[in-house]
């Protein structure tokens, strides 16, 4: 039983571990995205999956176009909790509509900012290309 403790706690430690670097990896590129051109996509699904160590990571993919060339993306969002990251998901469906930032450099980079989504939720009119 001392076993299947030190394994429990192991796991425990594994899926917040690998949050935290996935949280700070995608706060780094959000950062970066801040002042790229802001697009309107399509989500053409979204899902849940168990990471490598342990963390649950919702999935949603979209679809957006850039002077007449279609581009595919992927947010991934970690979370601690399978409950959470379900529960995420469910608010994106096939069809809606999501504003994605994109790399004016490179248009097959983009990144979905939470800042923005935020801004949108509570009114604020961002201009998009």
């Known amino acids: 039983s001392g076993r299947l403790a030190r394994s429990e ?3 425990f430690i594994d899926v917040y571990i690998e949050y935290f ?3 700070i990896i995608r706060l780094f590129k959000r950062w970066n995205a801040r ?3 802001i697009v309107t996509a399509e989500i053409t699904g979204a899902s849940c999956r168990r990471s490598v160590i ?3 990571v919702a999935d949603v ?3 957006y176009k850039v002077e007449d060339q279609v581009y595919t993306g992927m947010n991934s969002v970690p979370f601690v909790f399978d409950s959470s990251a379900k529960d995420y998901v469910e608010r994106y469906s096939p069809k809606g509509k999501l504003l994605i930032r994109v790399k004016p450099e490179d248009p ?3 990144v979905v900012r939470e800042a923005d989504l935020y801004r949108v939720e509570h009114g ?3 201009e998009t290309e």
């Open 21 to 23: 670097i996935r949280v």
């Open 54 to 56: 342990g963390c649950a």
């Open 108 to 110: 097959s980079c983009s």
């Open 35 to 37: 002042s790229w051109k």
């Open 124 to 126: 604020f009119r961002l």
């Open 61 to 63: 993919a979209y679809t």
């Open 9 to 11: 706690v192991g796991w």
